[in-house]
C-alpha cells in the first residue's frame, strides 16, 4: 500500500472521527437526503477535475465526514430525555439485574436495571433502582415497583462529567423506595462472566484486603472499585491515570508487554499465543464493552504486517466501532485506549531507536513502550486532570513495569487458585509489588514541579501538540517534510504551547464569583483580578467527596494551584466536608476556621496539612486584602460565620446557615449586590427584615436537586421575589458564574457543559 492511500485512510478516520464528534456535542445531521446530496456534491467536483486520481481520494475523506456527522446524529436520544414525561410518577419497570452493580448499604440496596418493559411507557435502556431490601441477588430477573424520578448529577466545570457518564451508561433515571419481586436469578452467558469476575475481585481482596488489593483488581479486571480519593490523585500526578481507566487502557499496555517477553518464540507462533491470551483476559474481565474495545485495538499490534498496515486497521477499526456506538467517541477509557495504540504504533518505532542505542534493548524497547503509551495520551491526561504531569515519564517508565508484573502475577495467582495453593503466594506478591509502587508514587508526586498546573487550555493546544508530535514521530501523512522545515515547525509549535501556558496563568481576569453545585451544601469560589483565590466552605456529601470530585478539579481548570484564603462558616459536613481534601491536594495560604473551638475530626484534619501559624479563627471586624478585594467577617457565632467580600463598588454577603434570630442581631447591615441565601433558602432564614437592609439584587440558593427538606421554601422565594431580588438556584443552573465588570453584573449557569449567560 502506497504513501498516497495510506495518508488517505488517516485523513478519512481523522474526518470521520470530528464529523462524529461535532454531530454528538454541537449540531444535528439527520436528514438523508442531506448525506445523499453532499456526497454526489463532492463526486461531482472531483469528476471535474483534471487530476481525478489524486482528487478521488479528497472525495472519499469529504465522504467520510459527512457520514461521521451522519451516524452521529442519528445514535440514540440520551435517556433521560425519553422519561421526563414520566418524572415524578410511580411506575412498574420489568428487567434484569447488571451484575456488579449490586451495593449494599446500611440503609439498604442499589442496583442498575436493564429495563425491559413497564407499565405505560415504552424504555429499553437502564434504570437505577434504590430499595430497602438487602436479599438482592447478584442477577436475575425483577419486577420493580417505586416512583421514578431523574437522576442527580452535580455540574461542574472541571471536574467528573455525570451527566456524559450517565449517557454513555444509558441511565435515564432512578427508582426510589423500590419494591423488589424477583421473579429469576438465573441470568445470561454475559452475567455469569459477570459474576464470575465480581468473585475474582472478592478472592483477590480476601488475600489482599487493601488499597493494593483494589489497584489490583483494577489493573486486572478493569476499574478503580475501592480505591481511595488519594490513590486517584496520585495517579493523575504522576500520569498513571489511565491505567485506572475503566476502558482497560491497560490492556493495549499488556499487549506490547507480552510482545516484549514472548519474543524468542516464532512469530506466527508468538501472535496466536499473545491473541489466546488476550482472549482468555477478555473472558476473565466479563466481556465487558471498554475490554472488548480496547482487544479489537490490541489485536492491530498483533496482526498488523507493519507500522502502515497496523495503522490502516487502527483507523477502520475504530471508525467500526463508532458506526456500531457513535457515542464512544466521548468516553474516555475510548479515547485513552485508542491513544495508548496509536503511540504503539507511530511512537514506539522512534523511540525505540533512541533508547535501545545507549541502553541494553530489552530495557530499551520496555521503555519506548511505556513513553509511546504516555505521550500519545498526554493531551487528554490534561483535559481531564488540567495539569500537566511532568514526572510522568520517569513513573511510566520505573512504576508501569512493576504494575505489569503484578497484573501478570495476580493473573497467575488467580489460575492457580483454581487447582493449587500457590495461587495465594502470587497474589501476596504482587500485592507486595503494589504497595512498593505506591510508596514510590507518593514520593514522586510530593516533589517539588512534579506537576504543572496548566488550567483548561484552548482545543488548538491540543492540535499543535499532535501536528508537532506527529512531525517528530515521522508519521506517514507529514513525511515530505524536511529536517530543517520540520525543526522550525517543531520549536514554532513549542514556543505557541508554552506562550499558551504561560498567558493562561498571567492574562488579566475579571472580578468573579463562582458558586459550585455540591448537592445539599455551600461552596463558592472568589476569583480576584490579582489572581488570588478566596474559597467560602467546601461543600460535602456522605458518600461523595465534594473536595476531591468538585473543588480540587475547578480550582484546577482555573489554572490555579493554591488557595490564598480559605473560610469555613461552621463544620457540618454539606459546608466543610471537602476540606480535608482541599487541603491535601493544594497549599492554603490562610485558613480562617469558625470562631467556637472544636476538637473534631475534619479540623484535626485541616490543621495536619496547614501550618499553624497560617491559621486562626473567625473574629468580628477583622478583615483580609487580596489586591483591591476585602474579605470581612461580620459577625463570628456558634451558627455561622457571616461574612462580606467587596471589590470596588460591588459587594457579596455570606451567611452560612444562620436563621432569623441570627440575622436580627445583625446591625446597621449595607446593602449587598449579591447575597447568598442562609441555609439553602429554609423557611427560618431570610426575614423580610434581613432582605430589606441587605436588598440584594441577586440571590444565589446552593441547594441540591430533589432534596428530602423541601428547600427553597416557597415562603422564601416570595419574600425575595418582594424585595426585587433575581434568584439563581443551583439545582436548576448548575455552578453559577457572577462576573462583576466595570458597568454590569453578568450571570451565567453551567448547562450542557458550559456556562451560559442568564438573561434577566
Not at 243 to 253: D, K, M, Q
Not at 511 to 539: K, N, S
Amino acid at each position: 500500500m502506497n504513501v498516497e492511500k495510506i495518508n488517505y485512510v488517516y485523513i478519512g478516520s481523522v474526518l470521520y472521527i470530528l464529523g462524529c464528534y461535532g454531530s454528538l456535542e454541537w449540531w444535528q445531521l439527520k436528514n438523508y437526503s442531506v448525506v445523499l446530496m453532499g456526497v454526489l456534491l463532492v463526486l461531482l467536483v472531483s469528476l471535474r477535475l483534471k487530476r481525478l486520481h489524486k482528487f478521488w481520494g479528497v472525495s472519499v475523506c469529504m465522504i467520510f465526514f459527512l457520514l461521521g456527522a451522519w451516524a452521529g446524529s442519528n445514535s440514540p436520544p440520551k435517556p433521560e430525555k425519553t422519561l421526563q414525561p414520566y418524572f415524578q410518577q410511580n411506575v412498574l419497570a420489568y428487567g434484569s439485574i447488571a451484575p456488579e452493580s449490586v451495593k449494599h448499604y446500611s440503609y439498604g440496596t442499589s442496583f442498575i436495571l436493564r429495563c425491559e418493559k413497564s407499565n405505560g411507557f415504552s424504555y429499553s435502556q437502564n434504570l437505577r433502582v434504590f430499595t430497602k431490601e438487602k436479599d438482592i441477588p447478584q442477577m436475575g430477573k425483577v419486577w420493580c415497583n417505586g416512583e421514578l424520578l431523574p437522576l442527580n448529577t452535580l455540574r461542574n466545570p472541571g471536574g467528573f462529567d455525570g451527566e456524559r457518564w450517565n449517557y454513555l451508561q444509558g441511565l435515564g433515571g432512578r427508582l426510589r423506595k423500590a419494591k423488589v419481586e424477583v421473579v429469576s436469578e438465573a441470568g445470561s452467558f454475559l452475567d455469569k462472566l459477570a459474576v464470575f469476575n465480581w468473585r475474582l475481585r472478592e478472592r483477590i481482596l480476601e488475600v489482599a484486603p487493601n488499597e493494593s488489593g483494589a489497584l489490583l483488581c483494577g489493573m486486572l479486571l478493569g476499574g478503580s472499585i475501592g480505591l481511595s480519593d488519594e490513590v486517584r490523585e496520585v495517579f493523575a500526578t504522576n500520569g498513571l491515570a489511565h491505567l485506572l481507566s475503566v476502558s482497560g487502557t491497560h490492556f493495549a499496555l499488556l499487549a506490547g508487554f507480552l510482545l516484549l517477553v514472548l519474543r524468542p518464540l516464532p512469530v506466527k507462533v508468538r501472535k496466536i499465543l499473545i491473541f489466546v491470551l488476550l482472549c482468555a483476559y477478555t473472558l476473565l474481565c466479563g466481556l465487558k464493552p471498554p475490554i472488548v474495545r480496547a482487544l479489537c485495538m490490541s489485536v492491530v499490534l498483533l496482526f498488523g504486517r507493519s507500522g502502515a498496515v497496523r495503522g490502516n486497521l487502527l483507523c477502520l477499526t475504530g471508525i467500526v466501532l463508532l458506526c456500531f456506538r457513535p457515542a464512544w467517541i466521548l468516553d474516555v477509557g475510548f479515547q485513552l485506549s485508542f491513544g495508548a495504540v496509536v503511540g504503539l504504533i507511530w511512537i514506539y518505532p522512534k523511540l525505540r531507536g533512541y533508547f535501545c542505542h545507549w541502553m541494553p534493548e530489552i530495557l530499551g524497547e520496555a521503555m519506548a513502550v511505556t513513553m509511546a503509551a504516555q505521550l500519545a495520551v498526554l493531551p487528554f491526561l490534561v483535559v481531564y486532570f488540567h495539569q500537566l504531569p511532568l514526572i510522568s515519564l520517569v513513573s511510566n517508565i520505573l512504576l508501569v513495569p512493576v504494575l505489569e508484573l503484578a497484573t501478570i502475577l495476580t493473573m497467575v495467582g488467580v489460575a492457580f487458585d483454581f487447582v493449587l495453593p500457590l495461587g495465594e503466594a502470587f497474589i501476596t506478591m504482587a500485592a507486595w509489588l503494589v504497595d512498593q509502587v505506591l510508596v514510590q508514587a507518593k514520593f514522586l508526586a510530593s516533589l517539588p514541579f512534579s506537576t504543572v498546573i496548566v488550567g483548561s487550555l484552548p482545543l488548538f493546544c491540543a492540535v499543535l501538540y499532535y501536528f508537532a508530535l506527529a512531525i517528530w514521530a515521522d508519521v506517514p501523512c507529514l513525511q515530505f517534510v524536511r529536517n530543517k522545515e520540520r525543526k522550525i515547525f517543531l520549536s514554532t509549535m513549542g514556543t505557541l504551547l508554552l506562550g499558551t501556558i504561560i498567558w493562561k496563568h498571567f492574562a488579566p481576569v475579571p472580578f468573579t464569583a463562582y458558586f459550585l453545585d455540591v448537592g445539599q451544601g455551600d461552596c463558592a469560589v472568589i476569583h480576584t483580578p490579582e489572581r488570588e483565590v478566596v474559597v467560602i466552605d467546601t461543600g460535602g456529601l456522605k458518600n461523595y467527596d465534594t473536595g476531591s470530585r468538585v473543588l480540587v478539579p475547578f480550582l484546577r481548570s482555573l489554572g490555579e494551584s493554591k488557595v490564598d484564603a480559605l473560610l469555613l462558616s461552621h463544620y457540618d459536613l454539606d459546608h466543610a466536608g471537602g476540606a480535608g481534601a482541599l487541603a491535601r491536594n493544594m497549599k492554603i495560604e490562610r485558613l480562617i476556621l469558625p470562631s467556637t473551638d472544636s476538637s473534631s475530626e475534619m479540623e484535626s484534619t485541616l490543621l495536619r496539612k496547614v501550618k499553624p501559624s497560617f491559621v486562626e479563627r473567625a473574629s468580628v471586624g477583622r478583615k483580609y486584602e487580596f489586591g483591591e478585594t476585602i474579605l470581612e467577617v461580620l459577625d463570628a457565632n456558634e451558627v455561622s460565620t457571616v461574612a462580606s467580600i467587596k471589590n470596588g463598588k460591588y459587594s457579596l454577603l455570606f451567611t452560612g446557615d444562620i436563621d432569623s434570630a441570627r440575622e436580627r442581631a445583625l446591625k446597621n447591615l449595607e446593602q449587598h449586590d449579591v447575597l447568598k441565601v442562609a441555609h439553602h433558602g429554609s423557611k427560618h432564614s431570610s426575614s423580610l427584615e434581613f432582605l430589606e437592609q441587605v436588598q440584594p439584587k441577586i440571590a444565589v440558593i446552593s441547594v441540591g436537586a430533589g432534596n428530602s427538606y423541601g428547600h427553597p421554601h416557597s415562603e422564601t422565594l416570595e419574600r425575595l421575589d418582594n424585595v426585587g431580588g433575581k434568584v439563581l438556584r443551583t439545582d436548576e443552573l448548575g455552578a453559577i458564574k457572577i462576573v462583576f465588570d466595570e458597568n454590569r453584573i453578568e450571570c451565567f449557569g453551567y448547562v450542557d457543559g458550559k456556562f451560559q449567560r442568564i438573561a434577566f
